[in-house]
Every structure is written in C-alpha cells, then in structure tokens.
C-alpha cells in the first residue's frame, strides 16, 4: 500500500474541488445542447469534463491529495457524467439507442454492485486503471458523436463522416473494455467484501 493510499486527505481538496465543479456544468451541457443550436460548444464542454477525470487523480497523486471522500466522489461522478450524457446524446440523435443501451446497462449494473456492495459492509475498492481508459475512451466517443452529427438531420460534411468512422472504432473499444472491467471487479469486490466484515467483526 503507497503512502496515499494510507493516508486520508479530508474532503476539502482541490481534486474533490474539480469533481463537484465537473458535476455543477452539467446543467450548462444540458441547456447548450437541448436549448441553444451550439451543438459543437456542448460537445466541447463535455469532453472537457471527461478529461477532467484524469487531471484530478494526477492531482490527487501529485500534491499528496488521495481522500476517502475522493475515492467516493471521484466514481460516482463518473457514473453521472456517463450516464446523463449517453442519455443526452441519445435523445439528441447523436448515438443509436442500441449503443446506449448496451452502455447504460452496465453502467446501471455498476451502479447496483456498488449499493449492494457498501450494504453488506465492503471496503471501499480503488477504482481499476483499465475503468479509468474506458470511461475515458466512452468521454471522447460521446462528443465526437455530438460533432458529427446535425441537429436538422441534414448531410454530413466530409470530415463528419470519417471522425464518425474513428468514433465508432473507439466507442466500440471502449464498451467492450468497460464490461471486460466489470467483471475484473469481481475479485477486488469479494476481497473488499470479506475485509469489511472482518474489520467490523474486530470492532
């Protein structure tokens, strides 16, 4: 175990900091791309906020700044951001429904596992370096489909068509890491399950 994952650096701190402030633009995603024709600004705000995910583990690693909250926080966030933006995308036209529902299925089944999980009194589990590329590569699939794809339903550009091309080739990537992962939990899971119960039998 490396000293910060030992170590709990409280809630106020700059990566905690940076995942509620990714969670507070949501609504501002919501209104660009549902209530203005900026299409192109909403996918770039997305794509910031997931490339937000790395800059505040770098951070959290590099000032020493790893929480328990963050730990929490840092996922959960994630989970919302995917969620609402598939969602999003999808009713924007931007993303087939089958697309999203095979993503939301198992991010909807993450979601499940880790209530079940902090129910029966786990551990917290650190989250997987491959989560973290395949939530990264479904954060860049998202607004390149929102990139090339027109609100009126008009003909794609020439460059639309071959981003869309390497858009599907990542998000096909990235999908099926993510369930890959999932089940690549399943061993911290049943760890985190029996060093929970075994602290709170000690206690």
Partial sequence: MSPDEASDAGWLTWPNLISVIRLALLPL?????????????AAWLLATLG?????????ARRWHQVSNVGKILDP???RILVISALLAIAAAAGVPWWFASVTLTRELIVSLLTVVLASLGAARINVLWWGKVSTFALMT????FLLTTNPHHGALLGW???????????????????????????KPALNALRTGRHARRIL
């Fill in 29 to 41: 995603f919501f209104w660009l791309l549902f209530g203005t024709n900026h299409r192109a600004i």
């Fill in 51 to 59: 490339a937000t995910d790395w800059i505040d583990g770098f951070v």
């Fill in 76 to 78: 959960v966030a994630d």
């Fill in 141 to 144: 699939t998202f607004p390149l």
């Fill in 160 to 186: 639309q068509h071959d981003v869309r091309d390497a858009c599907w080739v990542l998000g096909i990537t990235g999908l099926a890491l993510s369930w890959i992962v999932l089940f690549g939990y399943v």
